[in-house]
């Protein structure tokens, strides 16, 4: 091993597939023509309006708050705050998403019963179907994808791609871009 080399330390070229890999997956999971493709088939939702995207994020949050014990808001209540903490967006975009959930018939809207100016959101029956119905569509999807892989390569995998995510959700890169090319030019 050479001296200025830590253990643990990756060379350049694996830190360079990685990267090259993780981009390669966002543009799969963020084409335009995936989006339209899912616009177009969900014409129309529960409550009559279109489906978007957006509608199955919230559903998706929703659930796992409900379902998560020792949440800081008070028990047993999901609040359009926990869903904007939750997707890391802005309180007013998160009311948007969840206005459009529930007018789509996916999420219910309850008053709290701990505060009357805050409103406890769940899934209605509908709003379960399409988490129950994506879950599946989505371990569908990764069971082809990992078809020939072996129980072991898995959960190996899912142990790895568990632990890359949740140390990329401690420590988020914040891209210094006027940095990138400045530093590009100088070059």
């Known amino acids: 091993m050479a001296a200025e080399e830590r253990p643990g330390d990756l060379p350049d070229q694996v830190l360079a597939d990685i990267s090259l890999a993780l981009f390669h997956l966002r543009?799969?999971?963020?084409?335009?023509?995936?989006?339209?493709?899912?616009?177009?088939q969900t014409s129309g939702g529960p409550g009559g309006r279109p489906l978007q995207l957006?509608?199955?994020?919230?559903?998706?949050?929703?659930?796992a708050l409900s379902s998560?014990?020792?949440?800081?808001?008070?028990?047993?209540?999901?609040?359009?705050?926990a869903v904007a903490d939750r997707l890391e967006i802005d309180p007013s975009t998160a009311s948007r998403l969840v206005g459009h959930a529930?007018?789509?018939?996916?999420l219910s809207r309850r008053p709290s019963p701990h505060d009357a100016r805050r409103?406890?959101?769940?899934?209605t029956e509908a709003g379960l179907?399409?988490?129950?119905?994506?879950d599946r569509f989505r371990r569908a999807y990764l069971d082809e994808l990992m078809a020939e892989w072996t129980?072991?390569?898995?959960?190996m995998f899912a142990d790895l791609l568990?632990?890359?995510?949740q140390a990329a959700a401690q420590k988020p890169m914040d891209p210094d871009l006027d940095k990138i090319f400045k530093e590009a030019r100088a070059d």
């Open 151 to 155: 129980p072991g390569e898995r959960a």
């Open 54 to 63: 957006s509608n199955l994020m919230v559903v998706h949050v929703v659930a």
């Open 102 to 106: 529930i007018d789509t018939g996916l």
């Open 68 to 81: 998560e014990c020792g949440m800081q808001e008070p028990a047993g209540e999901v609040t359009v705050g």
């Open 129 to 134: 179907r399409v988490k129950q119905v994506a």
């Open 162 to 165: 568990t632990r890359f995510a």
């Open 119 to 123: 409103a406890n959101l769940g899934l």
């Open 27 to 40: 543009r799969v999971w963020i084409k335009p023509d995936l989006v339209k493709r899912i616009r177009a």
